[in-house]
């Protein structure tokens, strides 16, 4: 399960990885999202970022990508992520909730 770590091998508050792609996706989507999803979106972002995100929201890992995981923001809403090491992620998608047999958030 994703558990990144930083200098000190911990997972806790401090931002261990940052934010590097995706931002464009992230200003687009915001452009017609309203506040409270935005704010949901962005406490997703810094749990992924201090390593929390695995410990507060459901998250989906496909073992056919191992550097991926998607992230159940509210019922209607998934955040996508694509690992770059250990220091660094990116927004692979940032919308509704995918429906197909092969998206497990969507079960």
Known sequence: MYQPTGPGGSVG???QCRLETGLDLL?????TAGQVEQNAVYRV???VADGS???TYKVAEDPRRPNEF???VRADLVL???LHGSDSFGIRYL???RRTAAD???D
């Not at 200003?27 to 452009?31: G, L, N, R, S």
């Open 13 to 15: 508050n401090t931002p």
């Open 95 to 97: 919308g509704p909730v």
């Open 70 to 72: 998607a992230v159940l």
């Open 104 to 106: 497990p958030v969507a």
């Open 45 to 47: 972002l810094f749990a």
């Open 53 to 55: 995100v695995c410990q």
């Open 80 to 82: 996508e992520i694509s």
């Open 27 to 31: 200003d687009a989507w915001a452009e």
